[in-house]
Structure formats: structure tokens, C-alpha cells
């Protein structure tokens, strides 16, 4: 069965055309890899830059884990987030107190997933097709206060960018990832 | 004589019915809240004031829950309900109460700091607070943006703010509205009225009835003024079926024992009168009349219907019996039997129990106009009532009565072990079980419930009073932790006591700012110009959380959801200045008091009519004469107790009417001629049993005071009369 889903991964990965739709994740699969997110805040001298790894699952959520500069853990899922320094929890948000964080939980999920589909429909936006994968683009409605939001990738998602109103920036980008079947 | 009283009669009859008529132009003058029988408390004026503003957070309160999928049909029904609702109740404007309290507190960021961030000061560990900080400020959901960091690189206001806010509710605002949830819209309205004034009350039930929730909408209710209207509902519609009930049961009585109408219609002439005169020198003297008066008012019907039976039962058999020889036969008696009650209803009338003093008012000048109605009215327009004939079915053997008698005591006694007084005020709050469904799913929905507690903090100043919610505030963290209490409120979890404020600034200048702060701020990116925290600026209490504030010096705790497991008072052992606010054991505690006192004044009201009758008997018969209905008072609540019932003011109120009743019963007994015997015992069991119609069938009703009312009056009636027949004359002839 591994070899089949590799198969027809590289089968897959052969065979698509730029405006093919990316991979989807199927029930009790894990995706994994690692990141770098650079956070550009208006009127900063430099960006703040963290690195990391990470593995998503959709029962679980996102279990963000950052190496560098220092070692912090976050875990959000639709219970909220979860963030341990140290093994410590520093922080702990409940989507009623920051409903922003729902949409956001939304969005990583159905990207993650790959369920362009809700995405598509839920924003009104559509997939575009450009060199060496695709982009879609859009504005999140209801509590997030985000201006934009760019996910871009070709058979995963390779990046995330996403603008705020006062000028600030997040860019998230994704390497290595792959898909492995949960353990039982 | 006889026309003097006739006319007195009259004239008090009409004055009465103008002050009625007087009362009913201001409004329908019946109270029925439980609470205005009791007492006006002799409180410090802070305590009044925090029951008053207790009262407008918990009683006057009224929750609708609107459950629906979409967000706009549910924002059209809230808008169209409080528009509907606007004479009675307003919603209560929340805004963003806590972007607000953001907001004010901002400024003083520098003297607020969350728990761990001052352990970590105290600890020197600047560095946890420089990587927490970091952490967040890097994590990929973060909702810190470059103003807020800028101002506050630490992050140390929303980590205080976060955890301020872990023990609120769960609701948030959208578009202006409370919602709990995707899909549950909370209005909480303040009412613009009473919850117990009938007006409020059919205002609200008219919009609700006639308010039609469109598809998909479903509306949930709570509040006392829902459960304040069912009560009386359910009151009314009880009285109408028990009222009704008894009426046909006594008119059958009258029927088949005379087997005329004319008893009846004497009796409505003395039982009308005695109402009306009762009401009417009440609302003399108080504004309204209480409901609780009113059903005891109505025992008037118990005693003044028994003066018709007696008058009735006289002369029987004998030919030519003129109605005056009739009056005469009874006057002493039934003399004797209204000085005595009326002496028993005026010492009760002595208690500053306004309830009880009603009550007394009520049955005391209500009692006087039926005696007045049977003696001077009955005689001019009695055309001949009367028994045809006596039989012995009410005279009981006097074997029979010992052993009738004997088991009672024996009741009683096995009855002792089981008797237990009860005086809690909420076996009052009947629940009706629809409500209480609507109620439940809205706390379950809200987690807002009603075990609330209040505690009043008092102080020299403010930083005192500041300062000992900041002692309490770990205790009730960890009873909260440990699932005790669901959360609290109180004004110092946003706004520290001046002495933790000095504090805050100096940890944070000593541990944050300098090389710590040039070195943070470079590993972010921003330029070392930046001076973010303020450290000559301390927040005052005013205008944060103004709801607990009674005044500068007198702060309200609210505690939420409490369990049975958290006990209060050992929580609270060791702060002077801290006291519990529990309105329902304070009330209950008042419940008690009365219930004692009620009963002294029985055992006075004895005293009084004893010497009373020693002067007419002499000690020997007045003794004999009162231990009947003394029995019966001593003996009741024991054997009530048997049957699980518990001993409340309610049960010691009824023991008077016991008392009185009872006493009636003794005296005729005692002054039957030997020949006369089985028909005065007839008028008594015809009393009694029109007693137990009118009353004891209130034993039946759902209402806990009238319960206890109904079954005392049953137990008590039933063992004076089978006791009366003890004084049979035998014993007279001895004299």
C-alpha cells in the first residue's frame, strides 16, 4: 500500500501539469517538514526569523515546533493554541477569546489538507495556475484581520504569506514535506 | 343593644367597602412577593446597598437565550424582541466591555504584571520573560503586530490581560450582540419594574405569548419574574380548584344536614362580611394586602361558618324556639370564643413580622364582623332555620375519644424522632419543571448559573480593600482550579493595590530595562531609542469593574458557580474585613427567628386567654377548657412529622388557627346543657369538617407554605374535635 501511494505520488508528481490541483491528505495521514518564517514588522530594522520543524494532522492540528533561535513549541488546533517554552506553557488562547484564531485554524487546515475545493468556494477565489505549481489569493472575511492571505505550492503547500493591515508581514515557507500513514 | 350592633355592623361594613374600592383605584393591592412578610431588617446601609445592587444583578434580571444557525435571523429576532420589551426591560448594553477595559488599562502596563511574570522577576529570570515574549512574537499565529510591540516589547500586558480574562465567560460580542457561540445569542435585560409586580409580569407574558419565533430560531427564558408569575398562576388556579372544591363540599354539608338553604345564605352573609371588614381595616393600615394575609384571612370562613352551625344546631327540637333563644343559648360561648381568639390574634399582632401583623389585622376585625353579623343580624332575618331533628352520629363515645385521643399522643410520640425544623427560604421557590428545563439548558449553554455569591470587602482605604482581594484572589484560583467554583469577579484581578503596583514598577525597572532591554529590543529589530514602559503612572480602581465598586472603601467579590464542596467561612477565616453576602441563609436565618418567635406568641396567646377564662371558670375548667386545643397544638406538628413533614414558620402560623378553632370547639363543648350535648357536638363536626374543606384540602397544593399551612390545619382540627367531646357537661354537673 506504501509503495502503491508511491508510486502513484511519483506517478503523480510526473504526470502534473502546472494547473493541476495539489495532493490531497487522506484520513489519518500525516503531513511533516520542515519551515523557515520570516516576520516583517513595520518599521523594524530586520525581519525575525525562526526555523523550525512541523507536522500536521487533521485530527491533531499543527504541532509547530521552532529550533531556531531558540527552542518553543505551539500547538493550535480548534481547541485554540497552545504555546510551551521550554516545556513550559507560556500561552494558552481559546478561540471564543480570539476568534481570529478560528479562521486562521481554517485556513491552515484546509490548505494542509489540500481541500481547495472549501477554500475556493468559502473565499470565492480560485486557483491560479503559475510557473511550476499554483497560487491562490485571498481576503479572509469575519474576525481575522488579515488584508491577504497567498498560498502558494506546486504538490504541496510551499508558502504561506500572509499581510496585515499596519504593513506587517509573515512569510512562511515549507520544505521537505511528505506524507506518512499514522501510526496505528 | 341589638340594633347598636346592627348598626356597627353596618357602618364598618361600608367603610371597609369604600377603603377597598379606595385601594383597588391605585392598582390590584395584593402582594405576593414571600419577602415583604418579612421583616425590614435592621441593616448597616452598606449591606442594604449591596443587597440592593445584588438584587439588581440577580432578581431583576431576566435572560432570553436565542438559539439558531444563522447570524442574522438571530440579530433580527433580539432586535425585534427588545424593541418589543422596551416599556418593561432593557437590554443590558455590554459593548466590548473587556476592549474597553484593554484599552484603560494599556497605559499602566508597566504596573501590571500576571503571576508568573512577577515569579519570574522575583526570580531574576528577566530571560524567561525576554524568550516568552520572543516566542510568541515569532509564532506563526501570533496576533502581536509592530505597534503593539513597539510599545510593549515584553508582551507583558497581554500576558496579564490573558490571564485576567482566563476566568471569564464564554461569550464574545458580534455586531453589537452577546453571543455564546456560533450560534446562541444572549440577551440579558434589567427590568423596569418588580419582578413580583403583576404589571411587569403580564407585560412580558404578552409579548412572549404573542411573539412568534421565525423558522429555525428557538428561544429559552429564565429569570425570577418567569417563576414569580407561575407562582402566582399556579396560586390562582389552586385556589379556584381547592376553593371551589370545598364550596361544593360544605354547601353539601349544609344541605344535607339542615336540608335547607338558609344556613348557607347566613353563613355567605357573616363570611362575606368578615372578609370584607378584614380587608378593608387591613388596607387601612397597609397599602397592600399579602397573599399569604389573604389565605389565612380566609380561615375566617372556618371559624365564622362554625358561629352559623352553632346558631343553627340551637333549640333544635324544641317548638316555638324564637331566633332569640336561640342567640341566647350561644352567646356565651360564642362570646368567650371570640374574645379569646381575638386576644390570641392581637398578641400576634404585636410582632414587627409585617406579615404577621396583617395576618392578625385581617383575622382579628374580620373575626369581630361575623360575631356581630351572628348575633345582631342573624336574629332579624332568620325565618326559621334550624336541625328538625338531632341524631348521635357526631357524639363520640368518651371510651372512643380516650383511645382517639391515647393515639395521638402515641403518633406524637413516635413522631418526636422524626420532627426536624426546616427554614430554608428556597423550599419556597416552587420550580416549575418547564422553566426549570429552559433554565437549565441556558446555564449549561452560558455556564452562568445561579449558585452566585457575593462577598463585601471592607477597608480603611483603597489599598487595604485592594489588598485583601489580592490575599483572596490565589485562595479562590486554587478552589477554582480544584472545581469548587466556576469563576469569580472582583476589582483587584485588573487592578492591583497601589503597594503590588510600586512593586511591578520595580521589578520591571529593576530586571527589564537597561542592557536587558537594548539587548531584547536588538534581537527583534527594533532601534534602541524606544522607552516602552512608563513607570510614574498608577491605575485607580474607578471606572473598572463600578458594578463592585459600592464605594471606595466597601468592594463586592461575585463568586460564580459555587459548589456545596467550598465552604465559604473557612475560605474566608482569617479575613476581618471580608463577609459573606448569602441573601438565601439570611433569609432563612429570619425564617427561623420568626418561627421561634411565633411560637412564644402562641404560648403568650395560651398565657392570655388562660387568665382570661380563670376569671369566667375559675383555673380548674379555664384549665380543662384550653388543654383541648393545647393538646391538639402540641400534638400536630409531631405526628406531621411522621408523615416526613418538617416544622416551618408556615406550620406555626397554622397552629394559632389551631388554636383558636380548637378552642371554639372546647367552649361549646363545655357549655352545652346535658340535653343540648349532641347538638352542640353536630355544629361541632359540621365545623370541622367545613374546616378541613376550606383548609385541609390546602395540604394537597404544590405551593410549600400552603402545603404546611393545609396539613397542620387538618391534623389540629381533627384532634380538637374528637378531643371536645371529653368536656361533655358530665363533668359541669359536678359543679
Known sequence: MRLLTLLTLLFLSVSVQAQERPTQLQDGETLRGDFTQLRYLNGFNHAIKSSGVFEFTEETGLDWQTQTPFATRLIVSEKGMVQYVDGVETLKVTPDKFPALSTLHEVLTLSMTGAWDQLEAKYQASLEAIEGGWQLTFKPDGEAPFEAVTLTGAEYLDQLVIRKPEGDRDEITFSNQHVTKARP | ????????????????????????????????????????????????????????????????????????????????????????????????????LAEKLFDYRAALLSPQERQWLQDGRADKVSQRALAQIMSPLGFTNADMIRNDPYLLFPAYLNDRLTNQSATKMKDGWLMVGEDHLLLVYQLKGSPFSREVQENIKGVLDGFVAPNGVTLYKTGAVFYAQQGIEQGMEEASLIGGLSLIGIILLNLLVFRSVQPLLLSLLAITSGVVVGAGVCLIFFEKLHMMAFVFGAGLIGISVDYTFHYCCASTGQDGATNRMKINEIIRPLSFGVISSSLGFLILAMTPFPGLRQIAIFACSGLIAAYLCVICIYPLIDRGTGLKSVWGWATLDRNWSFIIGGCAVLLAL??????????????????????????????????????????????????????????????????????????????????????????????????????????????????????????????????????????????????????????VADLLAGFDGVEQIDQAAAISQTFGTYRARALWMIALACGVIWVFLSKNYGVKRASCLLAVPVCAVVTTPFIAALFGESFTLFNAMALLLVLAIGLDYALFSHEAKQDRFSQVMVANAMSALSTMMAFGLLAFSDLYAIHAFGVTILIGITISFVLSSLLRPQEQESK
Open chain 2, 1 to 100: 343593644m341589638k340594633k347598636a350592633g346592627a348598626l356597627i355592623w353596618g357602618a364598618g361594613l361600608l367603610v371597609c367597602l369604600a377603603v377597598i374600592l379606595f385601594r383597588f383605584q391605585g392598582g390590584f393591592p395584593v402582594e405576593t412577593n414571600f419577602l415583604a412578610l418579612l421583616p425590614d431588617e435592621e441593616q448597616s446601609p452598606w449591606m442594604e446597598q449591596a443587597n440592593a445592587r445584588i438584587n439588581d444583578e440577580v432578581v431583576n434580571r431576566m435572560v432570553i437565550l436565542l438559539r439558531g444557525e444563522d447570524f442574522d435571523s438571530l440579530k433580527t429576532v433580539a432586535e425585534d424582541l427588545s424593541e418589543r420589551l422596551k416599556s418593561v426591560a432593557s437590554v443590558q448594553d455590554f459593548e466590548d466591555q473587556y476592549t474597553q
Open chain 2, 414 to 567: 413516635a413522631g418526636a424522632a422524626k420532627f426536624h425544623v426546616d427554614d430554608d427560604v428556597r423550599r419556597l421557590q416552587h420550580l416549575p419543571a418547564d422553566l426549570s428545563a429552559e433554565e437549565s439548558y441556558i446555564r449549561k449553554v452560558t455556564q452562568l448559573d445561579n449558585n452566585t455569591r457575593f462577598l463585601v470587602v471592607r477597608g480603611q482605604s483603597v489599598d487595604d480593600v485592594l489588598g485583601m482581594q489580592e490575599k483572596l484572589i490565589p485562595l479562590l484560583d486554587k478552589a477554582q482550579h480544584e472545581g469548587h467554583l466556576s469563576g469569580y469577579q472582583s476589582v483587584a484581578q485588573f487592578v492591583p493595590s497601589r503597594t503590588r503596583q510600586l512593586e511591578n514598577h520595580r521589578l520591571v525597572s529593576d530586571n527589564l530595562l537597561g542592557p536587558t532591554l537594548m539587548q531584547h529590543l536588538q534581537t527583534l529589530g527594533l532601534s534602541p531609542d524606544v522607552q516602552p514602559y512608563p513607570l510614574d503612572k498608577l491605575l485607580k480602581p474607578a471606572g473598572i469593574l463600578d458594578e463592585l465598586q459600592l464605594s471606595a472603601t466597601v468592594h463586592l467579590m461575585r463568586l460564580d458557580g459555587v459548589q456545596l464542596s467550598l465552604n
